[in-house]
């Protein structure tokens, strides 16, 4: 006869209060239950209804003796022998173990989970991003769209530009949009958000005052325009929203700590969310500078707008430019005046 007692505690299945107990061998086939202090009559189990749960680290083990009945120990080297006396070792998990106890391994997994998770971040999410924007069916695209009426109440306010300026605007654009109407094009103003431009899932292409104003020559505007019909052709919106998510799910699936994600998701997701914002922006370039080249513009014509901006952008001094370098969604400007180089 095997004599093993295991101090621990038990738990009824009936209520959270931990009961000081020991679980003694009686013999290979057959557990006594014996509650501390009390009186009452050991219960007697069966070792084939008990079921020992694989080792974690230094965390107490668990033993199910059945019917929701449950022993928890501190005493890993008394539960680990009862494991192997009725027979219920397995080497996956005492692998496991093992393979916890070792710095060496621990390390070496640490590196492997640090390569997986940037190879999916990297290379994955992405993939499947586009895969899943473009396969994606246009009744949900436009559920993801962003809608102008609710940028218009949030956002923006109603454009100063004459009508007479607009008119002669859309007459500009008009000739270049009869070549994407697939993308179903159509041309807004408004003021807000200082110089900018922006392109909605559903086609929508809004044109700011102060851009507008900024700009020397149609040619600048029609830069824009190839640039923001590149984030239509390409879907970038619905793919940032797709891969926000992603990133979102793995960050969650990885800590496992739902009541802190806004902490912990937040800086990994808008760091990881800005660098694919950067290469949205370097892919709308790239449609930009073809399609420029296409309609016989000068490229040239890119580089000094792009300059102009980031100039208009940073006026307050070095020490926001560096900081918006880092923030920015927006690739460094040198990076876009070698782009257009690119293309000369």
Known sequence: MNQLIIHGYFLDGLSA???NASLQLINNTSLSLVIDNNDITPIIVDCGDIRIEAPLGDTPREIELGDERLFVSDDHEGVEQLNKLTQQSSLPFSLVHRLEKSLTAVILFSCLMIGFVWAITVHGIPAAAKTIAFEMPEYIEEQLSTSLDLLDQTVFEPSNLPIKKQVQIRTLFAKHLAHHKALNPHIYFRSGM????????NGDIVFTDDLVNL???E??????????????HHKHITR????????????????????????VTGLPTLVIDLAY?????LEADRYALSMLKASNISVNVFSSLMTRLSNHANV??????????????????QDRIKLTEEYK
Do not use: C, W, Y
């Open 240 to 263: 940032r929203i797709l891969q926000g998510s992603m990133v979102t799910l793995v960050v969650i699936l990885l800590t496992g700590d739902l009541d802190a994600v806004d902490i």
């Open 316 to 333: 307050d001094g070095e020490a926001r430019i560096k900081m918006n370098d880092f923030l920015s969604t927006h690739p460094h400007l």
């Open 277 to 281: 914002s950067r290469e949205f922006e």
């Open 215 to 217: 700009v020397e020559n």
């Open 17 to 19: 209060k931990r009961i």
């Open 194 to 201: 200082g110089a900018n431009a922006l392109a909605l899932p």
């Open 219 to 232: 040619q600048e505007l029609v830069a824009v325009l190839f640039h923001e019909l590149g984030h239509l």
